[in-house]
């Protein structure tokens, strides 16, 4: 059975949440933290989107955002994307890095 889609239109306002595979510690490192920060903020950019607050926490990360041109999707498959591969890269690992989808 498929997924649900989400519902994006333009102008909304989301609370994002997700956290490590396994509830694995992703973020237990300062650097790490900064390179999501970056990630983060390279992603609202790209994307239009509005950020009113973030807090990364040592295993997952909730976002408040807005999206005024109704492009969570695709901002958010950006964002989770290249994070995962840049810190694969470094780490030289592969595999998930997040628990399934963003709620």
Not at 75 to 85: K, S, V
Request: proline share 2%.
């Amino acid at each position: 059975m498929a997924r649900k889609l989400r519902l994006e239109f333009p102008g909304a306002c989301y609370h994002i949440i997700n956290r490590g595979n396994y509830r694995a510690d992703i973020f237990r490192t300062e650097g790490a933290q900064a390179a999501f920060e970056g990630c983060v903020f390279e992603a609202c950019v790209k994307s239009g989107w509005l950020l009113h607050a973030f807090v990364i926490m040592s295993n997952h990360y909730h976002l408040a955002l807005e999206t005024p041109a109704g492009n969570l999707v695709a901002g958010m498959q950006w964002l989770q994307a290249t994070f995962a591969n840049r810190f694969n890269k470094l780490r030289g690992e592969r595999g998930h890095l997040f628990q399934g989808r963003y709620r």
